[in-house]
């Protein structure tokens, strides 16, 4: 089966710097995937990450390391806007659906 | 824009009824998918379906059958509900592979009383 980690609860400070970590388990790997959702809002698309290394979209950066089943997601220039839930996600093997960690609650404080 | 639309925000039930949940998208994807969320368990994939009257099991699909028809609708059945399956219910729909976005609607929060 597919497993995925990442904490529960981050807290940030508005304009700082924060990385929120996935770590995971699979038998094949097609990439890890990144979605945001807003209390109450739905999930949506972030990022994906097929090789390693750094990929960048304007404030948010996802970084992926195949050797160590590791990817973290970088988000900076924190803004209150930012409090959401993040969610890293994989592909199950042989299927075109996901498997989600269980979410990082991330709270920006003034 | 992609648009995915579930058919109720919020809807309440009572203990054994069969419950429709309805998903339409209008993106012409082939791939749809019903998820359930529940706090600290993140999305747990129920059913999904990669084209007209295919269907395939996630990884909850007990208590749950799925309907579709059309391209554009994909429906979420409770044979007969229970409240242990009072949840958010996420539908999303996606085009090829399982590297493309998956694009969720607004969820419906299901209460089975």
């Known amino acids: 089966g597919q497993s995925l980690e990442q904490p529960s609860e981050v807290t940030a400070v508005e304009g700082a710097i924060v990385q929120i970590n996935c770590t995971y388990q699979?038998?094949?790997?097609?990439?890890l995937s990144w979605y945001q959702q807003h209390d109450g809002g739905a999930p949506t698309f972030l990022s994906y990450?097929?090789?390693?290394g750094l990929e960048e979209t304007g404030r948010f950066s996802s970084f992926l390391s195949r050797s160590d089943s590791y990817g973290y997601l970088l988000l900076q220039e924190l803004q209150m806007k930012d409090s959401a839930s993040y969610f890293c996600?994989?592909?199950?093997?042989?299927?075109?659906?996901?498997?989600f960690g269980s979410g990082t609650r991330l709270q920006v404080q003034p | 824009d992609v648009k995915v639309t579930q058919s109720s925000r919020y809807l309440v039930k009572r203990t054994g009824e069969k419950v429709f949940l309805e998903c339409v998208q209008d993106?012409?994807?082939?791939?749809m998918f019903w998820y359930r969320q529940d706090p600290g368990l993140g999305l747990r994939l129920i059913y999904f379906?990669?084209?007209?009257?295919?269907?395939e099991k996630g990884d909850i699909p007990e208590g749950y059958s799925v309907s579709r028809e059309k391209k554009e609708r994909f429906s979420l059945i409770l044979e007969s509900a229970s409240t242990n399956q009072t949840s958010m219910y996420l539908c999303?729909?996606?085009?090829?592979?399982?590297?493309?976005?998956?694009?969720f609607g607004d969820g419906t929060r299901l209460s089975i009383l």
């Open positions: 999303a729909s996606a085009s090829g592979g399982s590297n493309q976005p998956q694009h």
């Open positions: 990450n097929a090789l390693d």
């Open positions: 699979t038998s094949g790997f097609y990439g």
């Open positions: 993106m012409d994807h082939e791939n």
């Open positions: 996600a994989l592909p199950v093997a042989g299927r075109r659906a996901l498997t």
């Open positions: 379906s990669y084209d007209v009257k295919m269907k």
